[in-house]
C-alpha cells in the first residue's frame, strides 16, 4: 500500500529525519545537521539553506536556518548570518 505524501517538503522532511551517518565519514553528521536546518527553512517559507558551526572538539555549537523571507524580510540574515548572529 503506497503512502499518501502530504507535500514534497513533508516528504523531504521525513527521509532526512532518517539520514545516518557513515561513521567511515565523520563529516557526516554534520552535513546531515545541516540539511535538517535547511529543511526546516524551506518548511518556514525561506530558502532551504541551513548551517552549523562546529568547535575544534566536533561539538555542533550552534545551528542557523535562512530566514529571509519568514517570519518578515530580511535580505541579511542567510542561513551562515543567523548562525554568526546567534554565535554573538
Known amino acids: 500500500m503506497s503512502r499518501v505524501v502530504q507535500s514534497p517538503m513533508d516528504e523531504l522532511d521525513r527521509q532526512v529525519q532518517t539520514l545516518e551517518a557513515d561513521p567511515g565519514h ?31 572538539t566536533g561539538t555542533i555549537v550552534e545551528r542557523g536556518r535562512n530566514r529571509v523571507f519568514f517570519p518578515h524580510f ?11 548572529s546567534r554565535v554573538e
Open 74 to 84: 530580511r535580505s541579511d540574515l542567510h542561513a551562515e548570518m543567523d548562525l554568526m
Open 26 to 56: 565523520p563529516h557526516d553528521r554534520f552535513v546531515i545537521e545541516t540539511l535538517r536546518e535547511a529543511v526546516r527553512s524551506g518548511m518556514a517559507g525561506n530558502f532551504g539553506v541551513g548551517a552549523v558551526l562546529v568547535d575544534a
